[in-house]
T-cell receptor
Framework: DTGVSQDPRHKITKRGQNVTFRCDPI?????LYWYRQTLGQGPEFLTY????????KSRLLSDRFSAERPKGSFSTLEIQRTEQGDSAMYLC?????????????FGPGTRLTVT | GEDVEQSLFLSVREGDSSVINCTYT??????LYWYKQEPGAGLQLLTY?????DMKQDQRLTVLLNKKDKHLSLRIADTQTGDSAIYFC????????????FGIGTKLQVIP
């Protein structure tokens, strides 16, 4: 298993364009999470899925953001009409149960730059 | 609400011990974590501690939890240059089954 993968690793887009990121979790993990990390800050929770069901969305996830996990495997995060404030690292994580804990494994992230 | 605070920067000499401190506000936090982030790399879980524990040791890492003061610390013994990274304190109410709330991160600089 190669761990959590994200694609693309870097994306530069002009303000107003739509972008879509993909996350492939570790294969047996049923939970998948999206976080956003801006420069000099810690990651902030956006949303998470159990299988294909989206169970929680942060208030940070405005109407321009949508996430899907259609078959309970990979997930996509789409940002419509991007704004400069959307520039950040978008991190995906997946988890499984070890004992009483659900350790979250993070991918390398997709760095978005909105010009 | 949930809030995790930590100092921004720590500089130590190679071979010394490093102590990174963190405070959290949510008394219902049941799991507390330390993550490491190296430049250009993803987050790596170093260790975690349950809220009913006071201490956890794992090789060079020692985690101390003072639940009364909501204070968590990470001690790295015999700090090496490879330990230079950003260290995030984080908490969760459900052992990572739901969201994890992160602090701002402490940048550890190890001087050779």
């Amino acid at each position: 298993d190669t761990g959590v993968s994200q694609d693309p690793r870097h994306k530069i887009t002009k303000r107003g364009q739509n972008v879509t990121f993909r996350c492939d979790p570790i294969s047996e993990h049923n939970r998948l999470y999206w976080y956003r990390q801006t420069l000099g800050q810690g990651p902030e929770f956006l949303t998470y899925f159990q299988n294909e069901a989206q169970l929680e969305k942060s208030r940070l996830l405005s109407d321009r953001f949508s996430a899907e996990r259609p078959k309970g495997s990979f997930s996509t995060l789409e940002i419509q009409r991007t704004e400069q404030g959307d520039s950040a690292m978008y991190l995906c994580a997946s988890s499984f149960k070890t004992g009483a804990s659900y350790e979250q494994y993070f991918g390398p992230g997709t760095r978005l730059t909105v010009t | 609400g949930e809030d995790v605070e930590q100092s921004l920067f720590l500089s130590v000499r190679e071979g010394d011990s490093s102590v990174i401190n963190c405070t959290y506000t949510d008394s219902s936090s049941t799991y507390l974590y330390w993550y490491k982030q190296e430049p250009g790399a993803g987050l790596q879980l170093l260790t975690y501690i349950f809220s009913n524990m006071d201490m956890k040791q794992d090789q060079r890492l020692t985690v101390l939890l003072n639940k009364k003061d909501k204070h968590l610390s990470l001690r790295i013994a015999d700090t090496q240059t490879g330990d230079s990274a950003i260290y995030f304190c984080a908490e969760s109410m459900s052992g990572g089954y739901q969201k994890v709330t992160f602090g701002i991160g402490t940048k550890l600089q190890v001087i050779p």
